[in-house]
């Protein structure tokens, strides 16, 4: 049976095209690896890569990747809206199809490992692969970003990385880890006061008393305030679920929500979801739609 792992490194670049260019092609060379999608934000300056393949080759792919943009990348120069500590700031390992989310820790071990060992890089731990509770969070590991990292990972003994150097170059970073599929949904609000977006992220987030799940950012992007979120089980907290609570903030404050976007890809499931809940679809079936029908036909032969 075929083993398919997805990857989705996020590396601190969303700006000179020719440097995204170099980055993916050095993951796509490797053989049986296929990538799926790259999406680019001017703004947030990061780029958000998904690839997939066999598990060996997923994970060569990532080291390349890792490898190139420490070359392409200094982050003692890197300015932009997103949280960041990398060049590849952060690379999850998710299970696909026969692998299980502990074949995943195995690969994020390995490659952090090697990554220390060859490239020089301090690696973080993170989510499911952390060697401390703390560590799961990626907040908790980025604290600081880059320059609050910089600063006190020679000094503070709970900054040791797990794997490389206790000290931060020019490459910063990386946090190596693996995980459920997760959702990246950002929110825009009819306002560029960023202070609102703050708000809502706090009432919509997990750790600050809001839906579980849910981690939140404010931002300003593209000159629009942006509640940046990512959903770490769509299952528990469906993404319209998500939009009905941003709906009703956003109206406490007096503002409307003028758009939302998806950053890399999505689950079929989560969009029926909420196709059934907006157009109040009873008992919508994934094999209703078309393209899930043809695909079981073309994998029957």
Known sequence: MRKIVECVPNFSEGRRKEVVDQIVEAMAIVPDVHVLDVQSDADHNRTVVTFVGEPEAVEEAAFRGIGKAAELID???HR??????GAAD???????KNVTVEDCVAMARRLGERVGRE?????YLYEEAATRPERRNLAEVRRGEYEGIKAEI???PERAPDFG???LGKAGATAIGARPPLIAFNVYLGTDDVE????IARAVRHSSGGLRYVKALGLLVKGKAQVSMNLTDYRKTPIHRVMEMILREAECYGVSV???????????????????FYLQLGGLSSHQILENRLADLIQQG
């Open 258 to 276: 003028v758009g939302s976007e998806i950053v890399g890809l999505i689950p079929n499931e989560a969009l029926v979801e909420a196709a059934e």
């Open 196 to 199: 609102v977006a703050k708000a």
């Open 119 to 123: 490239l020089g890089i301090p690696v």
């Open 75 to 77: 982050m003692s120069l």
């Open 90 to 96: 952060v690379v999850p390992f998710v299970p696909i």
């Open 80 to 85: 932009g809206e997103h949280p960041r500590m």
């Open 154 to 156: 020679e000094t503070k």
């Open 165 to 167: 150097p206790q000290h």
